[in-house]
């Protein structure tokens, strides 16, 4: 069983709708005992970064996410729940995200367009069992306008959008990606198909 962690933003939905047309059983929900026995837990969301990591901890939330870490189970953050898997996040202010990944959220330059919308090639910088079966250059859509900043070596894929940007990241069992597996078509699917299957 897969948890798709419910903290009040973003389309969860149709999140849970492209596990299951993969082959997969997955619950959105907040409730502490079920995200403690999912086998995976995914980490989704669209909005700000404070308000989304002030209602995870309210909700005791991050205390599970860390057991899950800690437990080596796969743990997918995807789009905010990306960013909130890093240390800190310059949206709006500073706020302190989880901290499972070393690495900084900050505004995407002046010289491009904000918000990032629409499709734009993956650069596979590491073998990860996300990516497998993907194929040369990969598209997939992305809708952001904060992106990563580390120098840790984790990032498992980079787009080119005014320069090159970090957008996929891995430590361990955790993933973590900047643009919409479940918006990316074949190649979503895919992603969410792998991460299913780890």
């Not at 090159?164 to 069992?173: F, G, R, S």
Request: hydrophobic share 40%.
């Amino acid at each position: 069983m897969i948890a798709i962690i419910d903290y009040g933003m973003g389309n969860l939905r149709s999140v849970q709708k492209a596990f299951e047309f993969v082959g997969y059983d997955a619950i959105v929900t907040d409730d502490i005992e079920k995200i403690r026995k999912a086998d995976k837990i995914v980490l989704p969301g669209v909005g700000a970064f404070g308000d989304a990591i002030k209602t995870i901890r309210e909700k005791h939330i991050d205390e599970e996410i860390y057991k899950a870490v800690d437990l080596k189970k796969p743990f997918l953050g995807i789009c905010l729940g990306m960013q909130m898997v890093f240390d800190k996040s310059y949206e709006y202010g500073e706020h302190e995200g989880l901290g499972i990944i070393k690495g900084e959220i900050k505004l995407l330059p002046d010289n491009v367009k904000r918000p990032h919308i629409g499709w734009n090639s993956l650069d596979i910088k590491m073998r990860s069992p996300l990516f497998e079966g993907l194929g040369d250059e990969p598209y997939v859509y992305f809708v952001h306008s904060y992106f990563l900043e580390t120098d840790a070596p984790v990032v498992s894929a980079t787009t080119f959008y005014g320069r090159e940007i970090q957008v996929a990241a891995q430590k361990d069992n955790v993933f973590a990606l900047q643009f919409h597996p479940e918006k990316s078509g074949n190649t979503g699917l895919k992603i969410l198909k792998n991460f299913g299957g780890l």
